[in-house]
């Protein structure tokens, strides 16, 4: 399952990242790495607000077609 599949509110653990080495690189320094918790926090115009490792970071849906969950 993919990030952008996770509803409002739910909380789910990182399984891993698809993309090219610049995106991972990119992604797992604002946290989004294996085994870290992340939370919907909502949904706007496509993209997602959520939080992970305490900070929230607005993602768009195309790049949280790339985080499993």
Known sequence: MF???AD???ERVIAGVRGGDELKH???AMGFV???RVTV???LGGN???DVKGTR???SRA???KIIV
């Open 3 to 5: 990030l952008s599949m």
């Open 8 to 10: 409002f509110g739910e």
């Open 26 to 28: 990119r992604l797992e």
């Open 34 to 36: 294996s085994g870290e």
């Open 41 to 43: 926090l909502s949904v």
């Open 48 to 50: 997602l607000i959520v």
């Open 57 to 59: 970071v607005a993602i």
């Open 63 to 65: 790049i949280a077609d």
